[in-house]
């Protein structure tokens, strides 16, 4: 069985070594747990070990943990990709959802964003290498869907997000920062455990980080081929 609060300890550490190294401070970038298709019982875990940020890639398996978790004060990420009639869910059980790419998905989150809650904390999905088999808008697409989300009241929209190849992320992040200054974000949900040092440096402000805290995750059921961790 992992150990999952030494691994949450380590990562830390190397988070902080990482930002250090390159001049930054290390709180400027959250940790966020990928606990998709980990039990309750490894979030509770880790939860113990003062870790309050949780993503999750199915719409399903978001509410039946936000349910089950319900007395714990966990900020909820959704982070995969997100088909229309899952976003009622989302919009529901979420603090943050990550992966938009389609001003019609920004469009139903607002509609159903309940009114109790505050807005949702959004980011866009940007596929920044034009990768075929990963989700997310180009680069050309990007003023187009900040204005349609700007516009809608229940959204607060942060930042952006990439899950780049794996030849050249250096690239690929340096990429993404320089959008997200041109349109004033400031939000970076980039880097993952293979690439966190380059994400880290090219000015990352969440990192995605699922089995080197967890362990191996358990046999998947779903479909989909765009994950926010790989």
Request: charged share 20%; with cysteine.
């Amino acid at each position: 069985m992992p150990n999952i609060s030494h691994n949450l300890a380590q990562i830390r550490a190397r988070i902080h070594g990482i930002a250090k190294k390159h001049n930054i401070n290390p709180y400027n970038t959250r940790l966020l747990a990928v606990s998709k298709t980990q039990p309750a019982s490894a979030l509770i875990e880790a939860y113990n070990a003062q870790q309050r940020d949780f993503g999750e890639n199915y719409a399903q398996e978001l509410e039946q943990k936000a349910r089950a978790l319900a007395h714990l004060d966990i900020i909820w990420h959704f982070i995969g990709p997100i088909q229309s009639n899952k976003t009622r869910v989302i919009a529901e059980y979420s603090h943050w959802v990550h992966s938009i790419d389609r001003c019609k998905i920004a469009e139903r989150l607002n509609k159903q964003r309940p009114s109790h809650l505050p807005p949702l904390q959004v980011c866009i999905q940007v596929n920044i290498d034009d990768e075929s088999s990963k989700s997310g808008i180009t680069p050309t697409e990007l003023d187009a869907l900040i204005a349609c989300i700007r516009a809608l009241p229940n959204l607060n929209l942060r930042g952006l997000m990439a899950i780049p190849s794996k030849s050249n992320p250096a690239k690929a992040f340096d990429a993404l920062q320089a959008l997200a200054q041109q349109h004033h974000l400031h939000t970076l949900s980039m880097g993952m455990s293979g690439d966190i040092e380059e994400a880290i440096a090219a000015g990352s402000t969440i990192v995605r980080v699922g089995t080197a805290i967890f362990g191996p995750r358990a046999p998947q059921h779903h479909t989909g081929a765009n994950h926010g961790e790989q």
